[in-house]
């Protein structure tokens, strides 16, 4: 588990129906470059995806960028064009994320989304347990 700062959370989320998920074994030692890959797995998990701040070489850009490969719902939060901090932000904007201004934004668009997930989820359900063969 990296950071080894969540090992003491481990009992806690797999008590509570969580999991841990990793392409990887558990005495694998994290490296620099896995880190392209454990941000493809976040931003594939999730249902969207959402920028607060992203500068355009870091972590954050990259889970954003996965998450526009993947076809997975990017919202980006703006940020100021001339503090770099945010140019990650707006390149992501004009590469096809979603720009969220306030709370109502986020509200209505992560609605929908979950809308959308859950219709989903029910029809895989249905098929798994006796319905259509549509995903078989």
Known sequence: IY???LLEWREDVLSLGGAFVSEYEDSMQMRKHLFAQRNRLISALGCLTLIV????????FLTAKQALEQQRPLLV???HPC?????GS???????GTIVSDAQDLELIFHA????LSCFQEEVFSSLVGGSNRYH
């Open 3 to 5: 950071p080894s700062s």
């Open 53 to 60: 701040e992203a500068r355009r070489r870091s972590g954050t």
């Open 77 to 79: 939060l703006p940020g």
């Open 83 to 87: 503090d770099p901090q945010f140019m």
């Open 90 to 96: 707006l390149d992501l904007l004009r590469d096809g």
């Open 113 to 116: 989304e979950v809308q959308t």
